[in-house]
């Protein structure tokens, strides 16, 4: 069979509304998104060109976008030794809504992800909500 290359831009919206939960699951739209954008990624042949942007509010000053990998073949080499397909897995996977909101799944855990303006830094914090903890001693 004849198959022809791809050029494919993911575009990953990581607004506030992904951390809502999917009901009856436990779990919140960014993690299925998460779950379904990795499982593409490792469909695309070698040669298919691939990037991979982030969208959402002033998610770069005033721009609603922030490219994270460019588009290229997925087996380039790029400036680390590790391939386009390893930066995309690796950035796909480290996706965190901008909201500087929690999302809780009660029982389960609490996510706390927040961006810094000045620098684009993003922090995510998750708690297992699954085992009690014991409070710890009093400090005196």
Do not use: C, K
Not at 9 to 30: A, H, K, N, Q, Y
Request: glycine share 8%; hydrophobic share 45%.
């Amino acid at each position: 069979a004849l198959t022809q290359d791809l050029n494919v831009l993911i575009i990953f919206d990581v607004s506030g509304s992904m951390t809502r939960e999917i009901p009856g699951t436990g779990l919140i739209r960014v993690d299925r998104a998460i779950e379904a954008a990795d499982a593409t990624v490792r469909l695309f042949s070698d040669a298919d060109q691939v990037g991979l942007w982030e969208f959402s509010t002033a998610v770069e000053g005033d721009l609603d976008y922030r490219q994270l990998v460019p588009i290229g073949p997925l087996d380039d080499v790029m400036f680390d030794n590790r391939s386009r397909r390893e930066h995309i897995l690796s950035a796909v996977g480290d996706l965190v809504p901008l909201a500087p909101v929690g999302a809780v799944r009660p029982g389960i855990s609490f996510l706390y992800a927040l961006r810094r303006e000045e620098s684009g830094r993003r922090f995510r914090v998750e708690f297992d909500l699954s085992r009690p903890v014991d409070a710890p001693p009093a400090p005196w």
